[in-house]
Structure formats: structure tokens, C-alpha cells
Nanobody, 119 residues
């Protein structure tokens, strides 16, 4: 069992920045690929970014490239999502997830943290 707890969300103005954190506990987190997803009001949950077990490989969806950066610190059992140049369309609940099979399926999910961007 892996427990994921997101934090760092909030209300920011357009153009602002936030750094989301995903604290993990339970099994050795270096055995899991980690990712961030988001779900905007009235929309389906969408993939944002992922990071490999060692942190050496990252993948971002095209819509956020250049603005979002995923990272992890396995020694601290924590993953991060740095979000810059926020836009109103980034408003969503952001979720952290862990995969034991390189992203084929995400086995564990956090409860989410709300990001709201005002125009």
C-alpha cells in the first residue's frame, strides 16, 4: 500500500506560480513511477506529467510544456509539480498517482489539491 498526500494548492492570479507537493508513505517509493493528473470542473481527469522511478526521465503533456516541471526526491519520499505562468484554464484539482508498472496503470492515488487561477 502506498499513501499519497498532495499539498500546495491555492488561489493565485493569472501569471502566478505554485509548487505542489506529493508526500508518500508505505512502500519504497523509488519502486514506483509517479505522475500528476488534473481534473477541471465538468471535465474528465487528464494526465499532466510523469517521472520515472529514478527521476531521470520525465514526460509532460503538450499543453503544459515549458510551464510545468515534475520532479521527485526519493530520499524525502516526495514528488513535486512546479507550475509557472498559471492560466485560468489551469484551474483544477491536481492529483498525484503512483504506478508499479511504468505508467501502464496507476495503482495508488492521492485525494487531490485544488488549484484556482483568477483572471
Amino acid at each position: 500500500q502506498v499513501l499519497l498526500v498532495e499539498s500546495g494548492g491555492g488561489l493565485v492570479q493569472t501569471g502566478g506560480s505554485l509548487k505542489l507537493s506529493c508526500a508518500t508513505s508505505g512502500r519504497t517509493i523509488s519502486n514506483y513511477q509517479l505522475a500528476w493528473f488534473r481534473q477541471a470542473p465538468g471535465k474528465e481527469r487528464e494526465f499532466v506529467a510523469s517521472i520515472s522511478r529514478s527521476g531521470g526521465t520525465t514526460y509532460n503533456t503538450d499543453s503544459i510544456k515549458g510551464r510545468f516541471t515534475i520532479s521527485r526526491d526519493n530520499a524525502k519520499n516526495t514528488a513535486y509539480l512546479q507550475i509557472n505562468s498559471l492560466k485560468p484554464e489551469d484551474t483544477a484539482v491536481y492529483y498525484c498517482a503512483a504506478s508499479s508498472n511504468n505508467g501502464g496503470e496507476y495503482d495508488y492515488w492521492g485525494q487531490g489539491t485544488q488549484v484556482t487561477v483568477s483572471s
